[in-house]
C-alpha cells in the first residue's frame, strides 16, 4: 500500500517540476537572418503563409496575443501601421503564440472573437504549436519582426518595439518601425536594426 | 461624577482605538523612482546581495512568484540579502492599482515602481541578455562580483539553490 503511494508522490514532484520549466526561446533569428516561411490558421480558418503573397515587399511580423495589457495598448497602433503600409506593401502579420492552457483566453476562439471586435485589417494567426515563435526567437508580446524581400529570400530588417512608449501613444518620441520602414522603402539601411521593450512573457507550453 | 467618569473612560478608549485604526491603516509607500535610483542597487559596492525582480500587477506568472520573493527576504533576515521588487506599471497606475496591491498582499520587501517609458534606454543597464519580458529577475553582489540573471520566473527552491550555492550566503 506504501510503495505506490511514494510513486505517486514522486510522480506528482517530477509534474510540477515539469510545470514550472519554462521554456525560452534560444538563438532565433538576429537581424540580416533569412526568414524561413510558414503556414499558420487565420482568423478566418484559412491557412497562410507569406509565399502566397507575391505582391507583399516585406512583412510586418509581430507575436502579439489576447490577453498580454501591453500587447492590448498596442492594437490600435498595429491597425494604424497596417493601414499606413500595407498599401506600399508591408502589411501587419499578427501572430498569437500562447500556450491555451497556460493562459485559456488566448485561445483561437477568443482570437477570433479579439479580431471581430477590434475589427483587425490584418491577419491574425494562431502558433498552436509555438514553432514559429520559437524560430523567430521571440520571448515576449508583443514582440516585432519586420522582414524584407531581398531577392526570393525575406530578411529579417528589424527586431523589437514598435515605439519607445507603450502607456502612452500620445508621448512617442522614437516611432522605430516607422522609421525603419520608411528607410527600407527609399532603399536606405535601417539606422535602427534593434530594440528592447518590456512585455508579456510568452506562455510556453509545458515540456516543449 | 460618575457618569461623567464612564463617559470620560470611553472618550478615551474610543480616541486609543482610533489611534490603533490609524497605525493599523498605515500603508506602505511606493516611491515613484527614475532610473539613478535603481542604478544605485545595480552599482552598489556593498557587500549585499540584491535579488532585483521585474514584475507588474497586470503579469500573472510575476504575482505568482511574489510569494517566493517574501518567503526568501523573511529567511534571510539578517543577513546581507535585500529583495527589490521593480514595477514595471504605468505611473499613472501608481495610487490606482500598485499601492492597493502592495497593501492587499501585505509586500514587506522593497517595492518601486521605476517610472522610465523609454525602456530600450535601460534594459540592456540591466541585463545585455534580458529581451524585456517580465517576470525577470537579478541577483547582484558586486563585492563579490558575482550576478547572475534570469528570464522566467522563479521556485523558491531556485532562490535558495542560488543563494547558498552561488552567493554563498546561509539562511
Known amino acids: 500500500m506504501k510503495k505506490p503511494y511514494y510513486l505517486f508522490l514522486l510522480l506528482s514532484v517530477f509534474t510540477l517540476w515539469g510545470a514550472s520549466a519554462y521554456k525560452p526561446a534560444e538563438g532565433g533569428y538576429q537581424v540580416g537572418d533569412t526568414a524561413t516561411d510558414f503556414k499558420l490558421k487565420n482568423v478566418n480558418g484559412q491557412l497562410v503563409s507569406l509565399r502566397d503573397q507575391k505582391e507583399a515587399k516585406g512583412f510586418i511580423v509581430t507575436f502579439t496575443c489576447n490577453t498580454c495589457p501591453y500587447a492590448k495598448l498596442y492594437e490600435d497602433r498595429l491597425i494604424q501601421l497596417h493601414q499606413k503600409y500595407a498599401s506600399k506593401g508591408y502589411p501587419v502579420i499578427a501572430i498569437n503564440p500562447n500556450d491555451v492552457t497556460a493562459s485559456p483566453e488566448d485561445s483561437y476562439a477568443h482570437m477570433q472573437k479579439r479580431a471581430s471586435d477590434k475589427k483587425f485589417p490584418f491577419v491574425y494567426l494562431y502558433d498552436e504549436t509555438q514553432e514559429i515563435a520559437k524560430r523567430y526567437g521571440a520571448t515576449r508580446t508583443p514582440h516585432i519582426y519586420l522582414l524584407t524581400r531581398s531577392g526570393q529570400d525575406l530578411k529579417v530588417a528589424y527586431i523589437g518595439a514598435i515605439d519607445d512608449n507603450s502607456g502612452d501613444p500620445e508621448k512617442v518620441q522614437k516611432r522605430y518601425v516607422e522609421t525603419a520602414l520608411d528607410h527600407l522603402l527609399t532603399g536606405k539601411a535601417v539606422p535602427q536594426t534593434s530594440t528592447k521593450a518590456i512585455g508579456c512573457t510568452i506562455k510556453w507550453r509545458n515540456n516543449s | 461624577m460618575f457618569p461623567r467618569r464612564i463617559l470620560f473612560t470611553c472618550a478615551l ?154 552567493f554563498s550566503h546561509t539562511p
Open chain 2, 13 to 166: 478608549l474610543f480616541s486609543f482605538l482610533l489611534a490603533g485604526n490609524s497605525l493599523m491603516a498605515q500603508t506602505q509607500k511606493v516611491a515613484l523612482v527614475k532610473l539613478p535610483h535603481l542604478q544605485k542597487y545595480l552599482n552598489s559596492t556593498s557587500d549585499t546581495t540584491y535579488i532585483i525582480n521585474f514584475w507588474a500587477t497586470w503579469c500573472k506568472p510575476c504575482i505568482e512568484e511574489l510569494p517566493n520573493f517574501e518567503a526568501v527576504q523573511k529567511q534571510y533576515a539578517g543577513q546581507p540579502v535585500q529583495v527589490v521588487l521593480v514595477s514595471m506599471d504605468f505611473a499613472k497606475d501608481l495610487d490606482k492599482k500598485v499601492v492597493p496591491f502592495v497593501n492587499r498582499h501585505k509586500l514587506q520587501s522593497t517595492v518601486f515602481l521605476l517610472d522610465e517609458p523609454d525602456q530600450n534606454a535601460w534594459i540592456d543597464l540591466v541585463d545585455p541578455s534580458w529581451s524585456g519580458a517580465i517576470p525577470a529577475t537579478l541577483f547582484v553582489n558586486n563585492a563579490r562580483k558575482q550576478r547572475l540573471f534570469l528570464e522566467k520566473p522563479i521556485t523558491l527552491a531556485q532562490l535558495n539553490t542560488y543563494l547558498t550555492s552561488t
